[in-house]
């Protein structure tokens, strides 16, 4: 399941990934309003603009998507 999460994501996207803080992370979710942020292991991620925005600091209680 996680690895088709990856997969759908990098279809959308370029090869270009951009790390952020928790702040900055849920600041860019607030802009680009994302139907789902995935999850995988401690990284949350979404894709936005031909990126990969991603964070290790959220928990899945910071988010109201899937």
Avoid: W
């Avoid at 270009?16 to 860019?28: I, P, Q």
């Amino acid at each position: 399941m996680a690895t088709t999460a990856v997969i759908v994501a990098a279809q959308h996207t370029s090869s270009y990934r951009v790390k952020f803080h928790r702040n900055e992370f849920l600041e860019l979710v607030d802009i680009a309003k994302p139907q789902i942020i995935y999850h995988r292991k401690r990284m949350h991620f979404f894709s936005f603009d031909g990126f990969v925005m991603y964070t290790f600091e959220c928990r899945n209680q910071d988010f109201s998507q899937k």
